[in-house]
């Protein structure tokens, strides 16, 4: 099987990036967002990501984004600057095709270039193991479990850390 290219966001890709995240935040436990940001938001995200030097990718399948990747800072401290958090999240129909892998390599790529050290991702605890494989098989390693943080959907959610370093400065 061949994954399409993975290459940077533009402002044209973003209705279709707020499409596949709209669907998460509606249908699933994936997020902790309970109502859809407006595209004004992924407008300000892209600016500000791309500002810093910090990746947001998209892999396109048959000319439609299929999937979207990207790193933020971790928290706003300035001792955290070398730290990002990453997120990945695939349109519904396009999962288990290995465009997950492909944004997150392509994202871990970005952050080693732009000089990060430490990846973070927190995964929403949803009864499946993709997003926690998926990380595990670049490198990440569990780094502790926050119980019952989130409540969505009926139910409380409990948010998985991962960590991966990039550079041996960590």
Same mark, same amino acid.
């Given at each position: 099987?061949?994954?399409?290219? %993975?290459?940077?966001? $533009?402002? /044209? ?7 596949? !995240?709209? @669907?998460? #935040?509606?249908?699933? =436990? ?34 439609? %984004?299929?999937?979207? $990747?990207? /790193? ?7 001792? !955290?600057? @070398?730290? #990002?958090?990453?997120? =990945? ?40 193991? /993709? ?40």
């Amino acid at each position: 099987m061949t994954v399409p290219p %993975v290459r940077p966001a $533009a402002p /044209a890709d973003l209705a279709a990036v707020a499409d596949i !995240y709209a @669907h998460y #935040v509606r249908h699933t =436990v994936a997020t902790f967002d309970e109502a859809p940001p407006p595209a004004a938001d992924w407008h300000r995200r892209l600016d500000d990501l791309t500002g810093r030097g910090l990746p947001f990718l998209v892999a396109e399948v048959d000319g439609e %984004v299929a999937g979207y $990747a990207y /790193a933020g800072p971790w928290r706003p401290k300035p001792a !955290y600057r @070398h730290t #990002v958090e990453d997120s =990945v999240y695939l349109a519904p129909a396009r999962t288990g095709r290995g465009l997950g892998s492909a944004l997150l390599a392509g994202v871990l790529d970005g952050c080693a270039a732009a000089g990060v050290r430490q990846v973070i991702a927190v995964i929403a605890d949803t009864g499946g193991d /993709a997003s926690t494989a998926l990380h595990r098989r670049h490198g990440f390693a569990e780094a502790g479990r926050l119980t019952g943080v989130g409540h969505k959907l009926g139910r409380a959610v409990d948010t998985v850390l991962m960590q991966r370093a990039l550079t041996s400065r960590g």
